[in-house]
């Protein structure tokens, strides 16, 4: 029973074109949305965030929506530039959770050059 | 400098061993965490320290046990290993128990690897 879904296991781009990633989720309960950038063989990194009140924050080229009625997320970089290339993981969480992360299962981003 | 270093970056044993990976962080963090990230690519978390007290403990079975000398450290003992096992294992810290205000900084993975 998986709570945050990323259906996309891939998304290619060409470099300065906008790069949509989506997520959605099941868990009402979320409170906290994140996303994590992870490059071949390291850790994710902490990318943005965004709470269960608002329905956008924006971040230099980053900016994430949420869509609560949905339970849908979205991820937006634009320009997309070849250092962006790299797996993109949704995660979420409940407030009385704490730090109890619930991740997807990642969305390869390939951007051309 | 490493703000999470884990070891060892690969791992590669034998069914009924038992093996330990080793986890530090130097960024002065409160809280530490263990996740797996299995061959369907999810990370799930296992165990999460605050000042080496035990606050989360998913299920997992008893050969995992998690162990935190002081809050800079938080080291994974594996027993009795099966393949099932095998998986990526990520470190993390974060400042404080709240993962919006308190981003998780992971380490650099170890593979496990159970033949």
């Known amino acids: 029973d998986q709570q945050v879904k990323q259906n996309s296991p891939s998304l290619s781009v060409q470099e300065g074109r906008i790069s949509i990633l989506n997520c959605d989720y099941t868990?009402?309960?979320?409170?906290?949305f994140l996303w994590y950038k992870k490059y071949p063989a390291e850790g994710p990194t902490f990318l943005i965030s965004?709470?269960?009140?608002?329905d956008k924050n924006e971040d230099g080229r980053f900016t994430v929506f949420l869509n609560k009625s949905a339970k849908h997320l979205s991820l937006h970089i634009v320009p997309s530039q070849p250092g962006d290339s790299a797996v993109y993981f949704c995660?979420?969480?409940?407030?009385?959770?704490?730090?109890?992360?619930?991740f997807g299962e990642g969305t390869q981003l390939t951007v051309n050059p | 400098d490493t703000a999470v270093s884990q070891t060892p970056k690969y791992l590669v044993t034998q069914m009924g061993n038992d093996k330990s990976i080793k986890c530090e962080q130097n960024?002065?963090?409160?809280?530490m965490y263990w996740y797996k990230q299995d061959s369907k690519k999810f990370l799930k978390i296992m165990f999460s320290?605050?000042?080496?007290?035990?606050?989360i403990n998913e299920t997992v079975p008893n050969r995992f046990s998690p162990k935190s000398p002081d809050k800079a450290h938080l080291n994974l003992h594996i027993n009795s290993l099966e393949l099932g096992d095998s998986a990526v294992y990520f470190c993390?810290?974060?400042?404080?128990?709240?993962?919006?205000?308190?981003?998780?900084?992971f380490g650099n993975g170890t593979r496990l690897t159970v033949t």
């Open positions: 320290y605050n000042n080496k007290e035990l606050i």
């Open positions: 993390a810290s974060s400042q404080g128990e709240d993962s919006y205000n308190s981003p998780l900084h």
């Open positions: 960024l002065g963090h409160d809280t």
């Open positions: 868990n009402s309960m979320f409170d906290y």
């Open positions: 965004i709470s269960s009140i608002k």
């Open positions: 995660a979420a969480s409940e407030e009385t959770s704490g730090s109890r992360l619930t």
